[in-house]
Structures are given as C-alpha cells and as structure tokens.
C-alpha cells in the first residue's frame, strides 16, 4: 500500500460500460475497472463482491463485501451500516427509527407545522442483479386519513453498486389533482453517527474541527442563549472547548458550496460523508444557503428548506395542482485509512469521490423512469455581455456571471422559486457559459454578474427537448443605470462580506472562525454595534470613510435600557452644483432584510413621510443564523434636485422596526447617480 494507507474503491459511473481509472498523487486506490479489483503494486486481481440483498424478517440488508446497509421493512429506514471493523457507524444508542432516515416539515392548510419522519408502508425490490441492488420504500397517501400524512406519495430508493464504497438515495414526491393543498417547509435525509467515534467535522478545507458533543447541549452542560440552537458550553466533556458557543447555523454554506461534508473517525480511522453531485433539485438557486453538518455528529442531505429566506421560499401547492419533483440521487460514501495513517486525508480523499461523482452526473443507474438519463436531457451555451454607457462605450465581458435555467418567471423570480429544478454554472472570463444535462422543459434564461446590480432575464422562454444543444449566441445584459456615479459604497456581490466584521464578544466564540474568511459566522454580533456606536448611530462620510471600517455589516436594533430602538444611518456628502431641475437616482441594494423596513429621507431626518419606504419586507433571518447574505433586494430611489443643496448633503437610511433584536437590513452596494447624461454614449470618460 502507498500514500499513508489510504483506501478507496470507486465505482463504475459514466455509461456504466467502460473501464473507469483514477488516481491522485500517491493517494493509493482501489479501482474498479471493468468488473476487476485492482490494488496498486499488488500483483493479484480479483473481482469485487457481487451485490447480495439479504432478507430478514423486519429488514433488509444490501452487502457489496465492502459495506452492508441495513434498513427497516417496510419503513425504509437506515438501522445500521457496517463497514471495516465498526459493526454500525451509525449511532447505536438512539432508537432505530432515529439514525438514519428521510424527513419533512409540513403544514396543512390553517394548520400547525407538523414533523414527519418518512416511513413507508410498502417495500419492493426494483433491480437485483450482481452489479446493482435498487430498493424502493413507498407511501401512498390514503384520503381517508386527510391529514394523517402529507397529501404526497413518496417513494424512497435506496441502490448499492458493486465494488462502490458507499450507497445512493433518492425519492420521488408526488401530488395528485384531485389532492388538497399544503405548505412544504423542509425535506432532507438525516444521518446520525455514533458519538463515541465520529467526532471530527469536515465541510470545507478552512471549516473542520474537533465538535462537542451531543451531551455538551444538555442542561447543566450548556447555557442557553438568545435562540435554542445556540448555547455557550460551560462544562464540556472535553474542556478545550470551554466557553465557545455551539450553533449548526455556524455550519451553513451555499448551495453550490455543499458538495461533500461529514464526519471522520479517528480510531479506526474512517470517513462518512454526503456527496451532492448536483444542485438541480434545490431550491433557491446557487446562491441559497443551507445546514450541512452539525454536533450530534449529525451529516444532512438539505433539498428544499426555509433557511435564509423564510417564507418566500416555502411551497404552497393548491388543491388539485398537480406536482412530481425527484430529488436525489446523493452519495453516502465511506472511506478508511491504514492504522498510523493520517486521518485527515480522508477528507482530501472525499473531495476527489465528490469530484468522481459530480463528472458521473446524471447517473445511469436509477430505475425510475423519472429520473432522465443523459440521453433524455439537453444543453444550452452562449456568452453574456454588459452594456452599461457609463463605464465606457464597449461591451463588458461577464467575467464570472451566475447563469442559469429556472422556471418562466419575472425577472429575479429564481432565487424564491421551490417547486421544481434549476441549472446553473459560471462564466468564463470571457462570459462564455455552458450548462448540459438540463432536464426537459420550459425556462427562462437567468443571470446575474458580480460587479453590477441587478438582474438579468432573457426575453424569450427555452425549450430543453432530448439530445438538444442550443447555441444562445450573444446575449446583452444593460444594469440599472440613469447617470454617472457620483459616489459608491460596497460591491456589487449579494453580500454584506465587505463591510465591517466585528470581533466577537470574547464570552461568546467559536474558535474556529477567529482570524477567518468567515468571522460573520461568530454568534452575537448584532449586540456589537450599540458597542462601537454606544450614544449615535453610524455615520459615513463620502471620500472620508472606508466602507471596509466604517459601514457595520448590518443595520440592527440598539439596545437602550430595557428596550429596543430603531437605528437611522447617514451618508454625507458634497455636491458642488446641484442641479435642482433634475432627478438624481439612488440605488439601494440589499443582501438581507428581516421583518425590516428600509426608509429613505434627504437632509431632514424628521419628516413625517420618508421619500422612500420598503414597507415590511424579509423573513430571511440572516443575523440570527450566522448568514452575511438572505434574499436580494433592488431599491432605485428618484431624489429630486429639489431636495439636494450646493456643499454637505445627507441621506437617512431608518430601519424603524424593532420588536426583536434580530431584525434589521444587510447593505449588499449603495450608488447615487447624477441625473443622466444625454451624450452618455459617446463618453467613455464617465466611469463608476
């Protein structure tokens, strides 16, 4: 053996017919190649163990030599998985139903939220052969029992390969005409490892440690803080970890983030980790955030949630609205290390397993005939340009613009869109993009650009048929734009990154993200603006202040006495000749807003009516979860000259709501335009 005694076995994706090699570095590999087993410098091979499904009397196993799975019959749910010399990594002091199991969060019409962990009534085998076993656990929805159950039926597959480390999941949900109407907040699988083994935590390079654990959060363990997913550990089996705050909102990433995470063993060394090979069945787009794994030494697999966004993106489907949606398939995979063997390659080896997967995607192997194999899909290429006349006269190439297909909708309606599939991917530098393996359909072409404002949508629908391949040619993107900038604040990225991150309060850490990319992730920083700005609120001056030190990340509610107070930011800045006959534009974008109100007054701070009020806007939360970013928002403000005078001017930004502390706005960029120009186009010299 060879690199550290680092084992893989990889399965055969693809057209599931050739001979499938891979090899990184010295990393020593098992590779499955044409039905063969072969170990590097050994000098023997031998083919892997077929698949076998064993059939108890309330289970059932599937054993592929490398690992056997064991689920509940008819439930479907995972009770064990053995692979190496761990009986079960999952955790064997919880009750059956609750290691490793598919769930949702519901709620009827008029109704309360309802908790259901999916357990089926019906089990069947769909494929058994030597190569591939493919199980299916379903429940039927039964109009007798109205609202016993969600108004779905759901079929939960799970298939193991031969020679795979590892096993797939995924479901088919589906509503019916005549059916009543739900809400669907949440549908994820969940698998709960064992506590006494599985205590390392991996879901980026710069975002793994050492976790507390599970009985860390129970009482006289832990203190209580300001929402129930975060407590300071006060006594921690393991007192390194004295004092830091535990939340799994800490953990969250973005969708096109969370590929693989889980968890690794020390002794044995062993690896369990989620793979999503494709983010076509989330919702919410690329950018929408997501829990991935978290103490309780507990990996998800999130497909639809709430989370940083609320109920802009929770479902509703009417009676009688028919709904099919498969989710998954995602990959369980195990891997192990020699005795001596650093263990933490077996993370590096999981990113190369994810990076297999993501090239097998969409697999070939599911059964169902709902989801389509890449015979079935179509693709789409282009590039994207930005026309903006007031940064020159040329097209801008979009340098890494977000482009993808969603559901027809209005322009932006992508990132609350829930109920079906999207398709993204990234620009080249020269704005080039290329999505393949798109489902077919009807969609709309979407894209945004970092560096500019705004949306783009184009003005025709897309039709994906089978084997098609469209060539978009040249598409325009034109940002809002009416004038030259007169001045900025921030960048235009969908994000509040930019601004000013706190320390956090010293009793309340998370060591891990001291002097990181992600300092936002510490809990309690919303109480840290009434300690920088104890008496007035925050003050920025244009060509003085440095939106990186002076502009707070978020515009929250200060704490005075017993109570909470509204806060009212200022921007000053001088003019030297107002133009009192024209309309300047301000444009305000938001990277977050949390039952918050944005309102906006011009050099008078106590006018009865603002010129600009949101009204209530966003559910998104994002203070309270650790998030620098929700929902986008897109303000354009007319000012008029009227209002601006020659020398020092102000605007008020007033987030007056105040009923909690977690409500407030996230600035994402901010630019006042001087009225517009009439020979824009032939002036290259206006610049932002």
Same mark, same amino acid.
């Given at each position: 053996?060879?690199?550290?005694?680092?084992?893989r076995?990889i399965?055969?994706?693809?057209?599931?017919?050739?001979?499938?090699?891979?090899?990184?570095?010295?990393v020593?590999?098992?590779?499955?190649?044409?039905?063969?087993?072969r170990?590097?410098?050994?000098?023997?091979t031998?083919?892997?163990?077929?698949?076998q499904?064993?059939?108890?009397?309330?289970?059932?196993?599937?054993?592929?030599?490398?690992?056997?799975?064991?689920?509940?019959?008819?439930?479907?749910?995972?009770?064990?998985?053995?692979?190496?010399?761990?009986?079960?990594?999952?955790?064997v002091?919880n009750?059956?139903?609750?290691?490793?199991?598919?769930?949702l969060?519901?709620?009827?019409?008029?109704?309360k939220?309802?908790?259901?962990?999916?357990?089926?009534?019906?089990?069947?085998?769909?494929?058994?052969?030597?190569?591939?076993?493919?199980?299916?656990?379903?429940r039927?929805?039964?109009?007798?029992?109205?609202?016993?159950?969600?108004?779905?039926?759901?079929?939960?597959?799970?298939?193991?390969?031969?020679?795979?480390?590892?096993f797939?999941?995924?479901?088919?949900?589906?509503?019916?005409?005549?059916?009543p109407?739900?809400?669907?907040?949440?549908?994820?699988?969940?698998?709960?490892?064992?506590?006494?083994?599985?205590?390392?935590?991996?879901?980026?390079d710069?975002r793994?440690?050492?976790?507390?654990?599970?009985?860390?959060?129970?009482?006289?363990?832990c203190?209580?803080?300001?929402y129930?997913?975060?407590?300071l550990?006060?006594?921690?089996?393991?007192?390194?970890?004295?004092?830091?705050?535990d939340?799994?909102?800490?953990?969250?990433?973005?969708?096109?983030?969370i590929?693989v995470?889980?968890?690794?063993?020390?002794?044995?060394?062993?690896?369990?980790w989620q793979?999503?090979?494709?983010?076509?069945f989330?919702?919410g787009?690329?950018?929408?955030?997501?829990?991935?794994?978290?103490v309780?030494?507990?990996?998800?697999?999130?497909f639809?949630?709430?989370?940083?966004?609320?109920?802009?993106?929770?479902p509703?489907?009417?009676?009688?609205?028919?709904?099919?949606?498969?989710?998954?398939?995602v990959?369980?995979?195990?891997?192990?290390?020699?005795?001596?063997? %650093?263990?933490?390659? @077996? !993370? $590096?080896?999981?990113?190369i397993q994810?990076? +297999?997967?993501?090239?097998?995607? /969409?697999y070939?192997?599911?059964?169902?005939?709902?989801?389509?194999?890449?015979?079935?899909r179509?693709s789409?290429?282009?590039?994207?340009?930005?026309?903006d006349?007031?940064?020159?006269k040329?097209?801008?190439?979009?340098?890494?613009?977000?482009?993808?297909?969603?559901?027809?909708?209005?322009?932006?309606?992508w990132?609350?869109?829930?109920?079906?599939?999207?398709?993204w991917?990234?620009?080249?530098e020269?704005?080039?993009f290329?999505?393949?393996?798109?489902?077919?359909?009807?969609?709309?072409?979407?894209a945004?650009?970092?560096?500019?404002?705004g949306?783009?949508?184009?003005d025709?629908?897309?039709?994906?048929?089978?084997g098609?391949?469209?060539?978009?040619?040249?598409?325009?993107?034109?940002?809002?734009? %009416?004038?030259?900038? @007169? !001045? $900025?604040?921030?960048?235009?990225?969908?994000? +509040?990154?930019?601004?000013?991150? /706190?320390?956090?309060?010293?009793?309340?850490?998370?060591?891990?993200f001291?002097?990181?990319?992600?300092?936002?992730r510490?809990?309690?920083?919303?109480?840290?603006?009434?300690?920088i700005?104890?008496?007035?609120?925050?003050?920025?001056?244009?060509?003085v202040?440095?939106?990186?030190?002076?502009?707070?990340?978020?515009?929250?509610?200060?704490?005075?006495?017993?109570?909470l107070?509204?806060?009212?930011?200022?921007?000053k800045?001088?003019?030297e000749?107002?133009?009192?006959?024209?309309?300047?534009?301000?444009?305000v974008a938001?990277?977050?807003?949390?039952?918050?109100?944005?309102?906006?007054?011009?050099?008078?701070?106590?006018?009865?009516r603002?010129?600009?009020?949101s009204g209530l806007?966003?559910?998104d939360?994002?203070?309270?979860? @650790?998030g620098?970013?929700?929902l986008?928002?897109?303000?354009?403000?007319n000012?008029?000259?009227?209002?601006?005078?020659?020398?020092?001017?102000?605007?008020?930004?007033?987030?007056p709501?105040?009923t909690?502390?977690f409500?407030?706005?996230?600035y994402?960029y901010?630019?006042?335009?001087?009225?517009p120009?009439?020979?824009?186009?032939?002036?290259?010299?206006c610049?932002?």
């Amino acid at each position: 053996m060879t690199g550290g005694g680092l084992h893989r076995i990889i399965g055969c994706f693809g057209d599931c017919s050739g001979t499938t090699t891979q090899t990184h570095g010295d990393v020593n590999d098992n590779l499955h190649c044409g039905g063969l087993v072969r170990r590097e410098n050994d000098s023997l091979t031998m083919p892997p163990a077929r698949v076998q499904l064993h059939s108890l009397d309330r289970h059932v196993v599937m054993d592929n030599g490398i690992l056997q799975v064991t689920l509940s019959k008819p439930e479907g749910i995972v009770t064990g998985v053995q692979y190496g010399s761990i009986n079960n990594v999952l955790e064997v002091l919880n009750n059956e139903s609750n290691r490793g199991y598919w769930d949702l969060h519901w709620t009827p019409p008029g109704g309360k939220g309802i908790f259901d962990v999916i357990k089926g009534t019906d089990f069947r085998v769909i494929v058994h052969t030597e190569e591939q076993a493919e199980l299916s656990f379903t429940r039927m929805w039964d109009p007798s029992q109205e609202w016993k159950y969600i108004p779905l039926n759901i079929d939960k597959r799970f298939v193991m390969l031969r020679g795979s480390s590892g096993f797939y999941s995924y479901a088919i949900y589906e509503h019916l005409k005549e059916w009543p109407g739900f809400d669907l907040g949440e549908t994820r699988i969940t698998f709960k490892l064992r506590k006494d083994k599985f205590q390392y935590m991996a879901i980026a390079d710069n975002r793994q440690r050492f976790m507390p654990l599970p009985d860390d959060r129970l009482a006289g363990r832990c203190q209580a803080l300001a929402y129930q997913e975060a407590v300071l550990l006060v006594n921690p089996k393991a007192q390194e970890l004295k004092g830091e705050v535990d939340d799994k909102y800490q953990y969250s990433c973005e969708n096109k983030d969370i590929q693989v995470h889980g968890w690794i063993s020390f002794n044995p060394p062993v690896g369990f980790w989620q793979i999503t090979p494709s983010n076509e069945f989330r919702t919410g787009g690329p950018l929408k955030q997501n829990l991935t794994s978290h103490v309780g030494s507990t990996t998800l697999a999130m497909f639809h949630s709430s989370h940083y966004a609320g109920k802009d993106l929770v479902p509703r489907f009417e009676a009688h609205e028919p709904w099919k949606k498969v989710f998954g398939p995602v990959f369980i995979y195990l891997n192990s290390a020699s005795s001596g063997a %650093d263990p933490h390659w @077996l !993370w $590096e080896d999981a990113k190369i397993q994810m990076m +297999a997967e993501v090239q097998s995607w /969409p697999y070939c192997f599911p059964a169902s005939e709902d989801f389509p194999k890449v015979e079935d899909r179509g693709s789409i290429c282009g590039r994207l340009l930005v026309r903006d006349s007031y940064v020159g006269k040329d097209y801008i190439l979009a340098n890494g613009a977000y482009v993808g297909l969603a559901p027809p909708g209005e322009v932006g309606s992508w990132q609350r869109e829930c109920k079906d599939y999207q398709f993204w991917t990234r620009s080249d530098e020269n704005g080039y993009f290329f999505i393949k393996h798109v489902r077919a359909g009807n969609y709309n072409l979407y894209a945004w650009v970092p560096g500019f404002i705004g949306d783009y949508r184009g003005d025709f629908g897309v039709t994906i048929t089978s084997g098609c391949d469209i060539d978009m040619g040249d598409l325009v993107y034109e940002p809002p734009r %009416d004038g030259p900038t @007169l !001045w $900025e604040i921030g960048i235009p990225d969908r994000s +509040a990154a930019e601004f000013y991150v /706190p320390d956090p309060d010293p009793k309340y850490i998370n060591k891990l993200f001291v002097n990181h990319p992600d300092r936002f992730r510490q809990y309690g920083l919303w109480d840290r603006y009434a300690d920088i700005y104890p008496d007035e609120d925050l003050v920025y001056t244009v060509g003085v202040s440095n939106y990186s030190k002076d502009w707070f990340f978020a515009q929250v509610v200060r704490k005075k006495g017993d109570n909470l107070v509204g806060t009212s930011w200022q921007i000053k800045f001088k003019l030297e000749n107002a133009d009192r006959n024209a309309t300047y534009k301000l444009r305000v974008a938001l990277a977050s807003a949390t039952l918050a109100e944005l309102q906006v007054r011009v050099n008078d701070p106590n006018t009865k009516r603002p010129l600009f009020s949101s009204g209530l806007i966003g559910r998104d939360n994002s203070i309270a979860r @650790l998030g620098i970013h929700g929902l986008y928002w897109l303000y354009n403000v007319n000012i008029p000259g009227t209002q601006l005078v020659e020398g020092e001017n102000t605007i008020f930004l007033t987030q007056p709501r105040c009923t909690s502390p977690f409500q407030g706005i996230m600035y994402d960029y901010i630019r006042l335009e001087e009225p517009p120009r009439s020979n824009s186009m032939q002036d290259p010299s206006c610049s932002s």
